[in-house]
């Protein structure tokens, strides 16, 4: 097909644009995976102190032994709370009350002020919930009662995850995303340009059916998000321990179809619209940010408000993302996901057939 | 003065393109609406699969207690880990709670009991939080229990020490606190990033960028026409998300608007020079764009949009200091919430003016009137 | 030969060994010519002949690779800013702005021309009257017909009254009769003293100009009136010339 060479060639000859949408997926996986963390720890920290006694020491010692948490400064007077917090520069202040270690040995009111910042909302509940274990667990030690009776010790074990490395969670969405983008972005901007510079009609009026005419435009932009599939694969299993646990078969079943959706609703965009610009503006801004927020790569789908989660349900992200779960992290087989890709077949097929539509009311 | 002209074109020609003119200001505006809605991280409602081996009134008080709360909603009480174990396979549980048949006379007699949580954590924060509250229903319980069975002496082991915590800024961990300052800058680095280095690639495809060159017009001013509708565009902006923020979620900012104004025009002028960096080295608008999506999507998610940069790697945290979208976002936070005042910001200031200075120069020296 | 004898008042392009490359490729081979003020003068040659290559030096839009030349006096390598306030340009692809009105058009490249705020209403007016554009003030440009835009681009390009014009294939894709009045308006601005620095692929314009090159393969082969290249080579008509020429060229599109 003379098109279809004629399309891989052009894309070739861009060196950059190559580069870039070969390399750009991998690097965003090695970033969201190493980089994003929802654990906390180094969180800075300061105390104000005004009883300076052993007890008080010991605790903002024992604050500091693990990584959670860092010792910015010692204030020197509550009102110095507020400006440092101003600056951004702790998380939060720890205050003690007078006379702390006695009160605590003999009955009294020997008390704490645990200040988070609650702008950071996850933070600020992580971090006061790490501070009081580690002083709870001074005072049991201080009081030196070898076993406190009638304790329940909670042991816990995760699942998939032993050692809470975010990636699990990320790989998944980033593909994900970045499936939709480049191939919506690619294939939209590829044929809005055609639009653009006026020789869409010129292919369209050739002999060849439209059909050809299009689907010869996303042919390339398949075999590239092909490559970026395997790659992205790749890193995960072997740089980043993310295991594929489940069919590997099934996984790349599934991702050629969500490939196909991606590609058609790029076909959709480019028949909305008359311009590069535009076609960019709304796969690159448009798209973005409800496949972000959206899908469920990044924040649970259940939280959100009815309405949004019909949104997500749109987004054929959000399955593609259930499903590659599903596969590689959980270690399901094909039943488990019989939903999804019927879910995605649909919206293939109602895309194209959209798409298509368009294009012939556009000839006539 | 020359760029008098070129600055009405650039106006005329944005007010002309139906797309983008009303792209930038109803984008703006459903983002800010729908997403913080969309966003959050609060942990509540989790599904628990308990196993029960014991059923003694210890264990299922304890159960109880746990179905209180608003946190845990109680899926099944089942009697093997195996088909609890299914359910979170199948997602219908994200915890599991196991009871070991020995509970009651382990507690009673022993005075030392243990209970399994085992939890999904491909997503590690419900995994992570939901384990931890979990744990400290159980360890709340534990103590319970002790002053029940220990009247007198219980007292001596009754700790002295009396922690509150106390959330400044946020009393009551709304996220959308901590996103829609965050939300804004996201907005207003996308128009001030995107848009002007797209102008001019544009003008480069279509060969309009010629007429330019073989003008007598100086690089300084071509750039500054390029830069300045869309300040004011982002201006605008801006100031359209205050409106929204505040009739949406009832958030106005607690700082002082003039200081937002400030930092918002040197991060702006950082940002749109990042914009026409790339525009220079850029030939077609798809390479434009790809180098513009990647740079955003990284720096959006390296710059404590979503995750505190603190938590990061200290590689990544090196990475993150070289994004200008950074100091902005804490900025943006620390005015709206806290109401800091300039004084307080003087790092970041410094920081962006760093970044504007340097990316704007580049621009300028990168940009060729000549091949 | 001296090189203050031909920077002279009277030639406002000097051109000295001019080259180009591209890597290994050569666009411009050593060309060297001048141009009198007023001439019309016509760089000919089949696509990829180097005739843009050249004119976009001479414009400083490009840098050469070596060679000197002269533009209004001006030394290409040293003073091209210079240059720019002397010169209008008309490109391939009109390089009008689409999504701009007639007359904003005027206004911007006047205003950056220099003309003075006051004048340019007036003389937007002028001009659109000699043209018989007046209904067509306030419609964008994309609407216009091919044949007007070339029109409108010319007279914008002129609008500054520059020494000289610069003309990179300014017919392209019109009917020979549109084309002929475009010439018309390039008579008029050489009657005004405009020297016409044109480039095109259409030999029968050749007949138009006062001189010509003809370039092959980036040398000029052929620098001449259009009368006396048809007497050397035997030729009825230039494009018998270009092929006579042209026969053993390398290069062509």
Known sequence: MAFVRKE??????????????????????????????????????????????????????????N??????????????????????????????????????????????????????????????????????????????????????FPEVKLLYNPSMVAAYNFVPGVMGMIILLICAMMTSISIAREKETGTMEILLVSPMKPLYVILSKAVPYFFLSIVNLFTI???????????????????????????????????????????????????????????????????PTENMPLFLQLISDVIPAKWYILAVKKIMIKGLGAEAIILELIVLAVMAIALISISLRKFKIRLE | MIIKYLIEKEFKQFKRNPFVSKFVFVFPFIMLAILPLAANFEVKDLNLSVIDNNRSSYSQRLVQKIAASEYFHITDISYNYRSSLKSIENDEADLILEIPARFEQDLVRDQEAKVMISANAVNSVKGG??????????????????????????????????????????????????????????????????????????????????????????????????????????????????????????????????????????????????????????????????????????????????????NMPQWAQYISDISPLKYFIRVMRLVYLKGSAAADLREPFLALSGFAIILNTWAVISYKKAQ | MNQLETISADNVIVVRDLTKKFGNFTAVDHISFEVGKGEI?????????????????????????????????????????????????????????EDLEVWENIRLYAGIYGVPDKEI??????????????????????????GWKQKLAFSVAIFHQPKIVFLDEPTGGVDPSTRRQFWELIYQAADQGITVFVTTHYMDEAEYCNRVTIMVDGRIDALDTPKNLKENFDAKNMDEVFHHLARNAKRND
């Open chain 3, 41 to 97: 003068f016509g760089f000919l040659g089949a696509n990829g002949a180097g005739k843009t290559t050249a004119m976009r030096m001479l414009c400083g839009l490009s840098k050469q690779t070596s060679g000197q030349a002269w533009v209004a006096g001006f030394d290409i390598a040293k003073e091209a800013e210079s240059i720019k306030k002397c010169i209008g340009y008309m490109s391939q692809k009109f390089a009008l702005y």
């Open chain 1, 233 to 299: 694969l790749a890193i995960s299993v072997f740089v980043m321990g993310v295991p594929i646990a489940g069919s590997f078969f099934w996984l790349i079943i599934l991702s050629l179809l969500y490939i196909f959706v991606s590609l058609a609703l790029g076909l959709l965009i480019s028949s909305v619209v008359n311009t590069q610009m535009a076609a960019m503006l709304i796969s690159a801004m448009g798209l973005m940010m409800p496949v972000m927020l959206l899908s469920g790569m990044l924040f």
């Open chain 2, 129 to 310: 939080l939901g384990s931890a509250y979990l744990a400290g229903i159980v360890t709340e319980y534990s103590a319970e229990i002790r002053s029940e069975l220990m009247p007198a002496g219980g007292k001596s082991v009754q700790s002295g020490m009396d922690i509150t915590k106390l959330f400044r800024f946020n009393p009551l961990l709304k996220y959308k606190y901590f996103m829609v300052p965050a939300i804004m800058v996201m907005l207003l680095s996308m128009i001030c990033g995107f848009l002007p280095a797209f102008n001019i690639v544009l003008e480069k495809e279509n060969g309009t960028i010629e007429q330019m060159n073989v003008t007598p017009v100086g690089k300084f001013s071509l750039i500054l026409s390029k830069l300045i509708p869309y300040w004011v565009v982002g201006f605008l902006v801006l100031n359209i998300c205050f409106g929204v923020a505040w009739l949406f979620y009832g958030m106005w900012p607690k700082g002082s608007l003039l200081t937002i104004y400030l930092f918002a025009s040197v991060f702006v002028l950082a940002f749109s020079g990042l914009g026409l960096v790339i525009s220079n080295y850029s030939k077609t608008l798809q390479q434009a764009m790809f180098m513009v999506f990647f740079i955003i999507i990284t720096f959006i998610f390296m710059s404590g949009l979503y995750t505190p940069v603190d």
């Open chain 3, 121 to 146: 209403a007036p003389k937007t007016d002028e001009l659109l009257h000699r043209l018989g554009f007046e209904k067509e003030r306030n419609a964008l440009v994309k609407s216009l017909p091919l």
């Open chain 1, 8 to 65: 891989f060639h052009h894309i070739f000859r861009d060196k950059m644009t190559m580069l870039i949408l070969l390399v750009m997926p991998l690097l965003m996986l090695v970033l969201f995976g190493y980089a994003l963390n929802t654990e906390v720890k180094n969180s800075k920290f300061a105390v104000y102190d005004p009883s300076h006694d052993e007890a008080t020491r010991a605790i903002v010692e024992k604050l500091q032994i």
């Open chain 1, 67 to 152: 990584n959670y948490f860092i010792l910015q400064k010692m204030l020197k007077s509550q009102a110095e709370v507020d400006a440092v917090f101003k600056t951004g520069e702790v998380a939060m202040v720890v205050v003690f009350s007078e006379n702390f270690y006695e009160n605590l040995l003999h009955g009294g009111k020997a008390q704490i002020q645990l200040i988070a910042d609650g702008s950071d909302p996850n933070t600020a509940s992580v971090i006061t919930t790490y501070a009081s274990t580690i002083m709870g667990n001074y005072q049991l030690e201080l009081l030196k009662v070898g076993k406190i009776p009638y304790q329940i």
